[in-house]
């Protein structure tokens, strides 16, 4: 296992949260490998609905 792949591992493990940006960059970055590309491009190509969607999940959760 790579640097990379231990450090989120690590991240997960803590509790700490990604950012958008990083959640996006991981699934762009496993697009192919661990996630399906077909869905791993309509998270990136509608990038900002994806954002709204998170902001308002957030928002009714707490």
């Known amino acids: 296992m ?15 949260p990604f ?11 496993g697009a192919g490998k661990q996630f399906d590309p077909v869905i791993a491009r309509v998270f990136i190509e ?3 609905r994806v954002k709204e969607i998170a902001e308002e999940h ?5």
């Open 2 to 16: 790579g640097k990379r792949e231990d450090h989120k591992r690590n991240l997960l493990r803590l509790g700490k």
């Open 19 to 29: 950012s958008f940006e990083e959640a996006m960059k991981i699934i762009e970055d």
């Open 46 to 48: 509608n990038a900002d």
């Open 58 to 62: 957030k928002r009714t959760i707490g």
